[in-house]
């Protein structure tokens, strides 16, 4: 997972409630006190972890697929980004007494399954990967976030925040497409693919931990339940087709 990278006119998929009430108006030390919240919280950070640490491999992998030396130190500088986003989720569950490795192993095999599936077959898709695939778990994450202690929310909001891929991406691809038009329907089909699975990986990831699901329909954190779940993914899924808008993809 890569951080979140909006386009400018793509809306915060996040719909905080207008006024922080109760885990969400408290900090760490005072909201852990509840060992199913700090459980919950502790498999977040392990599963954001996790994704960062992901994101770091892929993206330099994806530079040895560059067409230009311009490219590769670009992707290379995003790579940095994503592994400083991990050490400081990695640090963070250090500070509060967690294990790191620990904590992420949970996730690797929804992860390593996710990347499998979705192995990009050249630059193109692989950018498109990093930019809309990506960007619809962090979305899912920022949704989470809002409802979270202050402490925690702030370091997950800090971790998503935007490395640069999104206008790096959204310039290649809609540069490639001009040069030939085809190239849009392939990679639209691939968009949408990558839309299915995300959403699956981060279904199976809060379905296989107690805690996180717990959290995500309101029985530990404030502000969600089964409608709002609902709700939270129909925002996912446009900010999607805004994504496929800014690349110049039909959603």
């Known amino acids: 997972m890569t951080s979140s990278d909006k386009p400018e006119n793509a809306s915060d998929t996040t719909a905080p409630p207008a006024e922080q009430t109760g ?5 760490w030390a005072t909201a852990s006190a509840d060992p199913q919240y700090r459980a919950a919280v502790v498999d977040l950070l392990g599963a954001l972890a996790y994704g960062e640490l992901a994101a770091f491999e892929r993206l330099a ?3 040895k697929l560059a067409p230009t030396l311009e490219d590769k130190a670009e992707l290379a500088k995003m790579a940095s980004a994503e592994f400083h986003h991990f050490e400081r989720l990695r640090d963070r569950l250090a500070e509060i007494g ?5 904590a992420m192993e949970p996730f690797v ?3 390593d399954g996710f990347h499998k599936q979705t192995a990009p077959s050249d630059w193109l898709e ?14 899912f994450y920022r949704e989470v976030a809002a409802r979270l202690d202050s402490d925690s929310r702030g370091l997950v909001l ?3 925040d935007d490395t640069g891929h999104g206008g790096f991406a959204v310039e290649k691809v809609r540069a490639a497409i001009d040069a030939d038009p085809r190239v849009g329907g392939r990679l639209a089909l691939w968009a949408r693919r990558l839309m299915g699975e995300a959403l699956s990986q981060s279904q199976r990831v809060v379905a296989d931990r107690d805690a996180l699901s717990t959290m995500l329909v309101g029985g530990v954190a404030d502000g969600f339940d089964l409608a709002e779940v609902g709700k939270m993914f129909s925002r996912i899924t446009e900010a999607h087709t805004k994504r496929m ?3 110049g993809l039909a959603a």
């Open 109 to 111: 095999a929804a992860y």
């Open 245 to 247: 808008a800014a690349l």
């Open 23 to 27: 885990i969400a108006a408290r900090d």
């Open 61 to 63: 992998e994806d530079a």
């Open 126 to 139: 692989g950018l498109v990967k990093a930019y809309v695939g990506d960007s619809i778990a962090s979305d």
């Open 158 to 160: 800090a971790v998503l």
């Open 98 to 102: 967690e294990e790191p490795t620990r």
